[in-house]
Nanobody, 119 residues
Framework: QVQLVESGGGLVQPGGSLRLSCAAS????????MSWYRQAPGQERELVASISRGRGTTNYADSVKGRFTISRDNAKNTMYLQMNSLKPEDTAVYYC????????????WGQGTQVTVSS
């Protein structure tokens, strides 16, 4: 069964760092477009960062440029989101998503991991 499992969330103080992981099962992550989204309470889910299949071209939301880095480890079949200089407004549930013919028009989502930035 295809699966995406996020981990690495938690409570961190403003200015701190976290690294989220998204481990893929039953498909080769590097063959698909992958992305991180987040959803804060009462807000719509928003795209944070994406990485293309193959070459791995990355894109970021303006709100996280220069602070977050998306990457993948093909050997581990895992995608990451390194988050530095975290702000309270980064507080949200973070989801990873896979897009491609295997997953249909809506893609495939992980279950999410909570990130809370607070002093």
């Amino acid at each position: 069964q295809v699966q995406l499992v996020e981990s690495g969330g938690g409570l961190v103080q403003p200015g701190g760092s976290l690294r989220l992981s998204c481990a893929a099962s039953r498909f080769t992550l590097s063959l698909y477009a992958m992305s991180w989204y987040r959803q804060a309470p009462g807000q719509e889910r928003e795209l944070v960062a994406s990485i293309s299949r193959g070459r791995g071209t990355t894109n970021y939301a303006d709100s996280v440029k220069g602070r977050f880095t998306i990457s993948r480890d093909n050997a581990k079949n895992t995608m990451y989101l390194q988050m530095n200089s975290l702000k309270p407004e980064d507080t949200a549930v973070y989801y990873c998503k896979a897009d491609g013919p295997l997953f249909g028009p809506r893609g495939y989502w992980g279950q999410g991991t909570q990130v809370t930035v607070s002093s």
